[in-house]
């Protein structure tokens, strides 16, 4: 049995809807066990078991955990290859992962310096420069992400939702916090409201009780 610990509406849902997807291609089941890090859950004794640096996601397998999102999916699509979550060409496969890589490691970093500013600098006097700062940035790289989805027939790589199409739902997810109107990258935002409403994707959102749009605008 394969079992996810997942913050709900974090990185951890690019796994979450990849498990999902999984199930529903061949019936690989999984558990899911939510980590409420508001309520610091991702501190207690159990959770450090499972990840010493108190993150999410963590997949564990066979009582072994494996962390960090790059690591999970590529874990996966070898164990299941048969779902094609990702390209089987090397090359192809390497390009699918470059993209992953930077939505992963450049993108939700700059989206940290906007909701999290206090991790990157202790002098509240900042904050808002790092918030106003990387909020363009992070816009940026949504622009770029946008690039990518245009070519998606209906998905990343074809007829089922992968890593790809969660990652991206989820940044745009992001923006809205940071006062991102999802509608103003309109092929983005058309992409996701196609993966959110595939039904592993739906699943997935409705376990976590996520709500795509999150934008307000303001008043």
Same mark, same amino acid.
């Given at each position: 049995m394969? !079992?996810?610990?997942?913050?709900?509406?974090?990185?951890?849902?690019?796994?979450?809807?990849?498990?999902?997807?999984?199930?529903a291609?061949?019936?690989? &089941?999984?558990? /899911?066990?939510?980590?409420?890090l508001?309520?610091? !859950?991702?501190?207690?004794?159990?959770?450090?078991?499972?990840?010493? $640096?108190?993150q999410v996601?963590?997949?564990?397998?066979?009582?072994?955990?494996?962390?960090?999102?790059?690591?999970? /999916?590529?874990?996966? &699509?070898?164990?299941?290859? =048969?779902?094609g979550?990702l390209? /089987? &060409?090397?090359?192809?496969?390497? =390009?699918?992962?470059? =993209? +992953?890589?930077?939505? %992963? %490691?450049?993108?939700?970093?700059?989206?940290?310096?906007? @909701?999290?500013?206090? $991790?990157f600098? !202790? &002098?509240?006097?900042?904050?808002?420069e790092?918030?106003?700062?990387?909020?363009k940035?992070?816009?940026?790289? $949504? !622009?770029?992400?946008?690039? #990518?989805?245009?070519?998606?027939?209906? @998905? #990343?790589?074809?007829?089922?939702?992968?890593?790809?199409?969660?990652?991206?739902?989820?940044?745009?997810? #992001?923006?809205?916090?940071?006062?991102?109107?999802?509608?103003?990258l309109?092929?983005? #935002?058309?992409h /996701?409201?196609?993966?959110?409403?595939?039904?592993?994707?739906?699943?997935?959102?409705?376990?976590?009780? +996520?709500? $795509? %749009?999150?934008?307000?605008?303001?008043?």
């Amino acid at each position: 049995m394969l !079992e996810l610990h997942y913050g709900p509406g974090t990185c951890s849902f690019v796994v979450h809807a990849g498990l999902e997807t999984i199930r529903a291609a061949i019936g690989q &089941d999984f558990a /899911a066990h939510a980590v409420r890090l508001h309520k610091g !859950e991702h501190l207690s004794a159990a959770h450090l078991a499972l990840n010493p $640096l108190g993150q999410v996601p963590v997949l564990v397998v066979e009582g072994r955990p494996l962390t960090q999102v790059l690591a999970i /999916a590529d874990y996966l &699509d070898r164990r299941f290859p =048969q779902v094609g979550l990702l390209p /089987a &060409d090397p090359w192809a496969r390497a =390009q699918a992962m470059s =993209q +992953l890589a930077f939505m %992963n %490691n450049t993108a939700h970093p700059t989206f940290a310096h906007v @909701f999290k500013p206090h $991790l990157f600098a !202790e &002098d509240e006097a900042v904050h808002a420069e790092l918030k106003r700062f990387n909020t363009k940035r992070f816009r940026d790289h $949504l !622009e770029r992400i946008q690039g #990518w989805v245009a070519q998606a027939t209906p @998905f #990343w790589f074809g007829e089922r939702p992968s890593f790809h199409d969660a990652y991206a739902l989820t940044l745009l997810r #992001w923006g809205g916090y940071a006062g991102i109107d999802p509608q103003g990258l309109p092929a983005l #935002w058309a992409h /996701a409201q196609r993966v959110a409403a595939s039904a592993p994707v739906a699943a997935a959102m409705a376990r976590e009780k +996520l709500e $795509l %749009n999150v934008y307000r605008a303001a008043a």
